[in-house]
C-alpha cells in the first residue's frame, strides 16, 4: 500500500493548511446552487465519513433534510428524487467502479448532481465531462495518495466541505485551533497504554462526535484491529447496553462528546467496572463543524495508538478475496429497473397514460424532423455554460458547433438575463467572422443588440425596480445580504438562499398585485430570482430577430434552454414554437421536449442537439440519425 500510517497522521496539520488555502468559490456556488434541495451525500469507505459531514452541514445550513448514503444505495432511489433531492459525489481520486456507477445512477434519473475530487484527472471527471453526470470541483491533493486507510485525502475533503458552507472567517479562525488540539491529543494519546486494545468496540457520541465515531469504526474494521460498534448515548441505552453483562471478552469503550457533557458523563458512571477500559475523547470548544471534524482527527490517532508498534493500519496484507470484492462492478451485478427515459418522464403527472405520453412525443419528434430552421435562439447560463462554472464562460464544445453553423448561413441569438459584459466573453469565444451573425438580448431581452456593435449602452434602469427594490427591503422580505441589481427591465436578486426563495417570490407578487403593474413576471434560474418588466422578456429576442429577418416565429427558429418548467426563466421562450430542453420542460404536450439521450444533460446536452443539426445554405435541419435515437428512446420506456 507505499505509506505507514504514521507518516501520513505527520502530514495531516499540512494537509489541513493546503485545504484551507485552495479556491472553493466553484463548490461553495455548486451547494448553494442546490440549497433549496435536499442532498444524496454519496461515498464509499472513508469517503462515507465525509459524505455524513456534507449531509449534516447542509441539513443545519439550508434546512434541508438530508441523507448520507453509499453507491449502493443509488440505485434504489427513487426517479421523483430528483424533483427534491440533488446528488453529491464524493471520492478522493475518483476512480472505484462504485463512485462511477452512482454518478451514472444519479444521471439516469435526472438527479442534478455536484461532485468534489482531489484529481484534476479521473475516470470520474471523464464522465462528468463527457455526459454532464455531474458538475465538479476537482483538486489536485500534493500528497500523492493515501495507504489503505482514507487519511489525509478525507481530512482535506472535511475541511473544503467545511470552508464551502462557512464564513470564511469563522473557519479561518478556527483551524489554528483544531491543528492545535489535534498534535496535544495526538501527544497524549501516543502515552504508554493510553489505548487498552482489544478485539472489541463499543463507541458511543453525543451530540457531537457522530462523524469520529462513524471513522473510528471504519479504520477499525478495515485495518482488522477491532469489532466496533457505532450508537448515541441514548440509542445505546435502549437494550444496547446488555452486551456489557455477561462479557466472554473484554470491550474498549471509547467516547465522543464535547467538554462537561452531562449525558456522556452520567452514562459513563453507570457502565459496569468490569466492561472494559474507557477512552473518553473531550472534543475543543470550537464551532460544531469544527469540532466534529476534530473527532476524526481523534479517531485516526486512536486508531494508530490501538494498532500498536508492531502492526501498521495503513499497510496491510489484503487478501486475494478482497481485492476481487473490491473489483465487482455493481452496476452489473445489482438488479435494477431503469427509470422512464427523461423525454417522457418529464412530461408526466399524476394519472397519465404512458402509451399517449409517448405518441404525442412522436408527433413532436415529426415537426421537429420536418422544419427548416433559420435561427436558433437560446438561453446561456445551463444551456452554453455550466450553471455552476458560470464565469467559466461558454463551453468550448459549444463555441465550435455554434461557429459551424453561422457560417453555413444559420443566424444565432441568445436570450438571457446577463448583462452587456456577456459580449465581450463572446468576441473572446467567437472568430470575428461570425460575429455579424449573432444576436444578443440582454438582461432578460431589453437590451438587443449585435455581436458586431461596438458600442453598447444598456437602457437606464426602469425606476420602478428601484421601488420594488425598496419595498422587498422595507418589508424585510429580501436578506440584507442580497444586494438587488436593477438594469434594463429586470431586477435580478442574486444569492437567495433556496428556503427563502418561495417567499421572496410571493412577496414580488404582492408588489406587482397592489401596484397593478401589468406584465411584470417573476423568474427562478439556478442562480438568482430576475423579476422583469412588462418591456422584457425572451420573447422580445425572438420577435426583433425574425421581424428583421422576415421569419416565421413558430416555425424556423429553434429554441433551447434548460429552465423550461412554470416559474423557469426559460418557461416562455421555450413554451412556444418548437424547443427543446437540456434540462426541465413545461408539461403541456405540445410544447417544449427533452429528447436527450439517457446519460446527457445540462452543456453537453446543448452539444448534442447541435452536432445533430445539419446546415446548409442559411438553413438547419436534425439528422435522421437524431431522431432515430428519438423515437429509441421514446419506445425504450415501454420496455
Given amino acids: 500500500m507505499g505509506k505507514r500510517f504514521i507518516d501520513e497522521l505527520q502530514q495531516l496539520p499540512a494537509t489541513i493548511q493546503w485545504a484551507a488555502e485552495q479556491d472553493i468559490a466553484l463548490l461553495r456556488r455548486a451547494i448553494q446552487l442546490y440549497g433549496d434541495r435536499g442532498l444524496l451525500a454519496v461515498g464509499s469507505g472513508g469517503s462515507f465519513t465525509a459524505a455524513a459531514f456534507a449531509a449534516d452541514q447542509h441539513f443545519r445550513v439550508h434546512g434541508r433534510p438530508s441523507q448520507a448514503i453509499t453507491p449502493l444505495d443509488v440505485f434504489q432511489v427513487p426517479s421523483n428524487a430528483a424533483t427534491n433531492a440533488a446528488g453529491l459525489l464524493l471520492s478522493a481520486e475518483g476512480k472505484n467502479l462504485d463512485i462511477l456507477a452512482a454518478a451514472k445512477q444519479l444521471r439516469l434519473r435526472a438527479c442534478p448532481t455536484i461532485g468534489l475530487t482531489l484529481r484534476s484527472s479521473s475516470p470520474l471527471v471523464e464522465l462528468s465531462e463527457k455526459t454532464g453526470a455531474a458538475s465538479l470541483a476537482a483538486y489536485d491533493m500534493p500528497w500523492g495518495k493515501d495507504g489503505y486507510l482514507a487519511t489525509n485525502s478525507l481530512v482535506a475533503t472535511l475541511v473544503l466541505l467545511w470552508r464551502a458552507y462557512a464564513v470564511d472567517s469563522d473557519v479561518t479562525s478556527e483551524l489554528p485551533l483544531l491543528v492545535d488540539w489535534y498534535q496535544r491529543f495526538r501527544s497524549r494519546i501516543d502515552q504508554a497504554g493510553a489505548v487498552k486494545r482489544s478485539r472489541r468496540a463499543l463507541i458511543l457520541y453525543g451530540s457531537i462526535g457522530r462523524l469520529g465515531a462513524i471513522d473510528l469504526e471504519s479504520k477499525l474494521t478495515e485495518g482488522a484491529l477491532a469489532f466496533g460498534q457505532v450508537c448515541n448515548f441514548r440509542q445505546f441505552a435502549h437494550g444496547r447496553h446488555l452486551q456489557l453483562s455477561n462479557l466472554t471478552e473484554p470491550v474498549t469503550v471509547v467516547s465522543f462528546c464535547t467538554e462537561d457533557d452531562p449525558l456522556a458523563a452520567e452514562t459513563i458512571r453507570l457502565l459496569p467496572a468490569e466492561a472494559g477500559p474507557i477512552l473518553e475523547v473531550a472534543l475543543p470548544r470550537i464551532s460544531d463543524a469544527g469540532a466534529e471534524i476534530a473527532s476524526v482527527l481523534a479517531g485516526m490517532a486512536i486508531t494508530q495508538a490501538w494498532a500498536g508498534e508492531h502492526i501498521d493500519p495503513g499497510q496491510p496484507v489484503v487478501p486475494q478475496f478482497g481485492r476481487d470484492l473490491y473489483a465487482l462492478d455493481v452496476s452489473?451485478?445489482?438488479?435494477?429497473?431503469?427509470?422512464?427515459?427523461p423525454a417522457v418522464l418529464r412530461k408526466q403527472v399524476s394519472g397519465d397514460n404512458p402509451e399517449v405520453l409517448i405518441e404525442h412525443a412522436r408527433c413532436y419528434i415529426k415537426r421537429l424532423q420536418a422544419a427548416r430552421f433559420r435561427l436558433l435562439v437560446c438561453?446561456?447560463?445551463?444551456t452554453f455554460c455550466d450553471t455552476v462554472k458560470r464565469f467559466e464562460g461558454i463551453d468550448s464544445g459549444i463555441t465550435s458547433e455554434l461557429t459551424r453553423l453561422a457560417r453555413s448561413g444559420v443566424h444565432l441569438a441568445i436570450a438571457t438575463g446577463r448583462g452587456i459584459k456577456l459580449r465581450?466573453?463572446?468576441?473572446?469565444?467567437?472568430?470575428?467572422?461570425?460575429w455579424h451573425m449573432v444576436t444578443m438580448g440582454c438582461y432578460t431581452g431589453s437590451c438587443i443588440f449585435n455581436l458586431t456593435d461596438s458600442h453598447v449602452i444598456a437602457p437606464p434602469a426602469d425606476p420602478r425596480l428601484k421601488e420594488l427594490a425598496?419595498?422587498?427591503?422595507?418589508?424585510?422580505?429580501?436578506?440584507?445580504?442580497?444586494?438587488p441589481s436593477a438594469d434594463a427591465g429586470q431586477l435580478s436578486l442574486r444569492g437567495v438562499s433556496g428556503s427563502d426563495k418561495v417567499r421572496l417570490i410571493a412577496a414580488v407578487n404582492e408588489w406587482v398585485a397592489r401596484e397593478g403593474s401589468e406584465g411584470w413576471r417573476a423568474f427562478i434560474s439556478g442562480h438568482s430570482i430576475d423579476v422583469v418588466t412588462e418591456k422584457a422578456g425572451k420573447l422580445f429576442v425572438v420577435k426583433a430577430v425574425c421581424s428583421r429577418l422576415g421569419l416565421n416565429p413558430l416555425t424556423q427558429v429553434l429554441r433551447m434552454g434548460d429552465g423550461g418548467d412554470f416559474g423557469g426563466n426559460d418557461y416562455e421562450l421555450l413554451s412556444e414554437g418548437l424547443a427543446l430542453s437540456v434540462d426541465a420542460v413545461p408539461p403541456g404536450v405540445n410544447q417544449c421536449w427533452n429528447l436527450l439521450p439517457r446519460m446527457l444533460s445540462g452543456v453537453r446536452g446543448t452539444e448534442y442537439y447541435l452536432k445533430n443539426l445539419e446546415s446548409a445554405d442559411g438553413?438547419?435541419?436534425?439528422?435522421?440519425?437524431?431522431?432515430?435515437?428519438?423515437?429509441?428512446?421514446?419506445?425504450?420506456?415501454?420496455?
Fill in 619 to 639: 438553413e438547419a435541419r436534425f439528422s435522421a440519425e437524431f431522431s432515430d435515437q428519438a423515437k429509441y428512446s421514446v419506445r425504450e420506456s415501454l420496455g
Fill in 470 to 483: 425598496q419595498w422587498l427591503h422595507k418589508t424585510r422580505a429580501l436578506s440584507t445580504k442580497v444586494d
Fill in 379 to 382: 438561453d446561456f447560463d445551463g
Fill in 424 to 434: 465581450t466573453v463572446l468576441q473572446n469565444k467567437l472568430p470575428a467572422d461570425v
Fill in 332 to 341: 452489473i451485478l445489482v438488479p435494477h429497473v431503469l427509470p422512464q427515459t
